[in-house]
Nanobody, 124 residues
Framework: QLQLVESGGGLVQPGGSLRLSCVASTSTLDRYAIGWFRQAPGKEREGVGCVNSGGDTNYADSVIGRFTVSRDTARNTVYLQMNSLKPEDTAVYYC??????????????????WGKGTLVTVSS
């Protein structure tokens, strides 16, 4: 059973930056696709960004140019770098894993394992 633990959330002003981390309980992180998702109050969960086993990434249109997903297999960690944050980015952010991760685009319904989330609040 893969375990995922997110960290790095907090309160940030509009225009600021945060980096979220997702640590996985595996030494074979590159066999999984790792996706970042978020859920704002009263809204459905949505995908934010994904990195698959091949290292390919994809992003939601709303975050392109502002968010970056990266992977450090030596640290069993996937990061979500968030820049130019907006109030509408406020949400609980989750990481999730799809196995096997080859060719995965991190569709919500395909994800096999989920973390418990970390809260990001963008407010002045």
């Amino acid at each position: 059973q893969l375990q995922l633990v997110e960290s790095g959330g907090g309160l940030v002003q509009p225009g600021g930056s945060l980096r979220l981390s997702c640590v996985a309980s595996t030494s074979t992180l590159d066999r999984y696709a790792i996706g970042w998702f978020r859920q704002a109050p009263g809204k459905e969960r949505e995908g934010v960004g994904c990195v698959n086993s091949g290292g390919d990434t994809n992003y939601a249109d709303s975050v392109i140019g502002r968010f970056t997903v990266s992977r450090d297999t030596a640290r069993n960690t996937v990061y979500l770098q968030m820049n130019s944050l907006k109030p509408e980015d406020t949400a609980v952010y989750y990481c999730a894993a799809d196995y096997p991760g080859y060719g995965s685009k991190c569709a919500d319904y395909n994800m096999d394992y989920w973390g418990k989330g970390t809260l990001v609040t963008v407010s002045s």
